[in-house]
C-alpha cells in the first residue's frame, strides 16, 4: 500500500546575493513509515564554477549534518525531536550557503527507493563525478 512521504532538495546557494545554486541533496521524510532520511553529495567543479572561493570543507561539513541529523544516532538537540521535528527543523526555510529548497510530496511503496530515484533523477547528473560530504 502507499503512503504518502514528503522530500526537499539540499542546495548549496554559495553566493546568497546571487542566487545561484546547485542540488547537493536530498531528504525525505514518511510519517507513516517511520522514515527519515538524506542523501548528499557535493559537485566541486560545479560549486567552484559559482564561486571559484567557496569554501568547500565548510559545504561538505554542512551537508554531512544533514545526513547525521537523519540517523538514529542523532547528537545534540535534534535527538530529542521525532523524524517529523527533525524533518520540520532541517527543511525550515533558511538564508545560508546550505539549506532546503521547498517541500514537496508524493506517494511512495518504498520511501528509501524513493531517496534513490530522487537523488539520481534531480541531483546526481549523468555522467558526473562527484564525491560525498565527509
Given at each position: 500500500?502507499?503512503?504518502?512521504?514528503?522530500?526537499?532538495?539540499?542546495?548549496?546557494?554559495?553566493?546568497?546575493?546571487?542566487?545561484?545554486?546547485?542540488?547537493?541533496?536530498?531528504?525525505?521524510?514518511?510519517?507513516?513509515?517511520?522514515?527519515?532520511?538524506?542523501?548528499?553529495?557535493?559537485?566541486?567543479?560545479?560549486?567552484l564554477a559559482l564561486d571559484p572561493g567557496a569554501d568547500?570543507?565548510?559545504?561538505?561539513?554542512?551537508?554531512?549534518?544533514y545526513e547525521r541529523a537523519c540517523g538514529d544516532d542523532t547528537p545534540g538537540p535534534l535527538a530529542r525531536e521525532?523524524?517529523?521535528?527533525?524533518?520540520?527543523?532541517?527543511?525550515?526555510p533558511r538564508s545560508t550557503v546550505v539549506q532546503a529548497g521547498p517541500v514537496h510530496a508524493g506517494l511512495t511503496d518504498d520511501p528509501a527507493a524513493e531517496l534513490e530515484h530522487l537523488f539520481a533523477r534531480l541531483v546526481r547528473a549523468p555522467g558526473a563525478v562527484r564525491t560525498a560530504p565527509r
Open positions: 500500500m502507499k503512503a504518502v512521504y514528503e522530500y526537499a532538495l539540499i542546495r548549496v546557494v554559495p553566493r546568497i546575493e546571487r542566487g545561484e545554486l546547485i542540488n547537493a541533496g536530498v531528504i525525505v521524510y514518511c510519517q507513516p513509515r517511520d522514515y527519515l532520511c538524506a542523501k548528499a553529495e557535493l559537485d566541486e567543479a560545479r560549486l568547500v570543507t565548510a559545504v561538505r561539513q554542512a551537508l554531512a549534518v521525532s523524524r517529523g521535528g527533525r524533518f520540520r527543523w532541517l527543511t525550515a
